[in-house]
């Protein structure tokens, strides 16, 4: 019903910058999208918030991503964007995006995801 697009991953140098963003396509009309978030997986491992932004604005964020990573939307439909600055190695990982709820014209529904992008930091 709803398939969120992930883009800006990507291999960086530890202390540089990246830029996810993510955006809500479906084959009808969006009329507003819930709680929208930023989540990250290694391998072995489950899977981490990152970031998290409610349609009104309020945001979310882990203790590894406070001070360095920002989570922004254009509005309460999308996209979403994670600004990601003074990156670490152990930010390396395969950065997924998350929508708790969508309505559309063919109804609502919840717990969308993307298909993730990779991140790598090198150190």
């Known amino acids: 019903q709803v398939v969120l697009v992930e883009s800006g991953g990507g291999l960086v140098q530890a202390g540089g910058s990246l830029r996810l963003s993510c955006a809500a396509s479906?084959?009808?009309?969006?009329?507003?999208?819930?709680?929208m978030g930023w989540y990250r997986q290694t391998p072995g491992n489950e899977r981490e918030l990152v970031a998290s932004?409610?349609?009104?604005?309020?945001?979310n964020y882990a203790d590894s991503a406070k001070g360095r990573f920002t989570i922004s939307r254009d509005n309460a439909k999308n996209p979403v964007y994670l600004q990601m600055n003074s990156l670490k190695a152990e930010d390396t990982a395969v950065y997924y995006c998350?929508?708790?709820?969508?309505?559309?014209?063919?109804?609502?529904?919840?717990?969308?995801w993307g298909q993730g992008t990779q991140v790598t930091v090198s150190s």
């Open positions: 998350n929508a708790d709820w969508a309505i559309t014209n063919r109804g609502r529904g919840s717990n969308y």
């Open positions: 932004i409610t349609s009104g604005g309020t945001t």
């Open positions: 479906a084959s009808g009309i969006i009329f507003s999208v819930g709680v």
